[in-house]
């Protein structure tokens, strides 16, 4: 099984996303094979990201850290916001990284 960030694991295709969860494509090393995720982001921001249609995106480094992405519909790729996570809990986990980087796009439409 892969390595997923902290907080985030496949969805069961039997089970919709909770209210606080957001859907995210995470990319496998090596060969950048795309996975469905789910993360923990609180019930208000979750419902806010489904709402705006927010593309979520993530992916492990070598070196153990975790990139998130996000970015509305109406943003070309180049334009998606990014950040980096520790993986690992802390108040740089990628539940909270992400959290943050899902605020910024918002604030940013």
Not at 56 to 77: F, K, M
Not at 89 to 100: F, K
Request: net charge negative.
């Amino acid at each position: 099984m892969p390595t997923l960030p902290c907080y985030a694991w496949p969805p069961e295709a039997s089970r919709p996303l909770g209210d606080h969860e957001v859907s995210l494509t995470q990319y496998l090393r090596p060969s950048g094979f795309p996975a469905p995720v789910a993360a923990l982001v609180g019930v208000d921001l979750a419902q806010r990201a489904k709402a705006a249609g927010l593309h979520l995106s993530t992916e492990l480094l070598a070196t153990g850290d975790v990139v998130l992405y996000a970015r509305r519909p109406d943003q070309d790729p180049e334009e998606e916001l990014c950040d980096t996570a520790s993986n690992g809990p802390g108040p740089n986990e990628p539940g909270a990284v992400l959290s943050r980087l899902i605020e910024r796009v918002l604030q940013g439409a």
